[in-house]
């Protein structure tokens, strides 16, 4: 699963370079990634759990012996 909002080294916001008229749309963008960083990362961290409890279902009923 690939991060959306990372970006490539280069400053996303220019608000100098026109991309943004004001520091309020500054803001909104910012809090719209930080909004989507939250979803994704509990997306992931909902889906480490399922894998786990997966694997904790798997487990065998009685621990393994060496096989000789």
């Known amino acids: 699963m690939r991060c959306p ?3 490539a080294q280069e400053n996303v916001w220019q608000p100098a370079s026109g991309r943004y008229a004001t520091a309020s749309e500054v803001m ?3 809090l719209r ?3 989507e960083r939250e979803q ?3 997306a992931k961290l909902e ?3 399922a894998a786990d409890q997966d694997g904790q279902n798997r ?3 009685e621990p ?3 096989v000789n």
């Open 33 to 35: 990634i930080v909004e």
């Open 64 to 66: 393994l012996r060496p």
């Open 59 to 61: 487990r065998p009923a």
């Open 28 to 30: 909104r963008e910012g």
């Open 47 to 49: 889906s480490l759990r």
């Open 5 to 7: 909002w990372l970006c």
């Open 40 to 42: 994704f990362c509990a």
